[in-house]
């Protein structure tokens, strides 16, 4: 298996501009976790789906921020506007029910 | 919910022993550690489960305490390659958060030749 596949790998955009950030799971994975790492806030859940089905999304920041799950092999987290505060690194995980999470490589995301 | 890991650091030489600790004030369901490298993503270690457990890997091996909340997880005879820093993830005992993990603010491990 691929593992988990984010893509991109790093995107650099202007503050306003709309982020697309996307995520393959491990097929057969039943949970999909979107995080973001800062070194002030460490790793923060930003929304989970079970099924595809949004479980929680207490996480998101803003409304700025939106996640979709149209299928079990294919997610996206989408920040309108960006904005600086939002640079971090996203990374994607996903696992079966009880067992360890597998990561993706993460998008390193800078906002000017 | 968000677990307490301590210490913040550790600086080993190759050979010593660490040990990390993570407390929850929440009942857990199960606790997991993982290990990131600089740069790199989380890399799964072990879960353990309520039960109080001990599990093994090569020569890093956790432990879960349920009655206090607390996981360690135990380091020997260290290696260059287990540099990195470590999160433990907790899972509050089964309810509206199935599934999903909290985790610790990680300890860094450093380990010099």
């Known amino acids: 298996d691929a593992g988990v596949i984010q893509s991109p790998r790093h995107e650099v955009t202007e503050m306003g501009q709309e982020v697309t950030l996307r995520c393959k799971p491990i097929s057969g994975h039943d949970y999909l976790f979107w995080y973001r790492q800062t070194m002030m806030r460490g790793l923060e859940l930003l929304i989970y789906f079970n099924n595809n089905v949004p479980i929680d999304d207490s996480g998101m920041p803003e409304d700025r ?3 979709k799950m149209p299928n079990a092999s294919f997610s996206t987290l989408k920040i309108q506007p960006s904005e600086p505060r939002d640079s971090a690194v996203y990374f994607c995980a996903s696992s079966l029910a009880g067992r360890g999470y597998t990561f993706g490589s993460g998008t ?3 906002v000017v | 919910q968000q677990p307490v890991q301590s210490p913040q650091a550790v600086i080993l030489r190759e ?3 660490a040990v990390i600790n993570c407390s929850s004030s929440k009942a857990l369901y199960s606790v997991h550690w993982y290990r990131q490298k600089h740069g790199e993503a989380p890399v799964f270690l072990m ?3 309520k039960g109080g457990e001990q599990k093994g890997h090569e020569k890093i091996s956790a432990s879960f305490n349920e009655k206090k909340q607390q996981s360690s997880l135990y380091l020997t005879a260290s290696q260059l390659s287990y540099s990195g820093t470590y999160f433990c993830g907790t899972e509050l005992d089964r309810g509206s958060t199935l599934g999903r993990l909290y985790f610790g603010r990680g300890t860094q491990l450093t380990v010099w030749p």
């Open chain 1, 65 to 67: 921020f939106s996640a």
């Open chain 1, 108 to 110: 390193r995301l800078t």
């Open chain 2, 15 to 17: 050979g010593e022993d």
């Open chain 2, 47 to 49: 879960i353990l489960l």
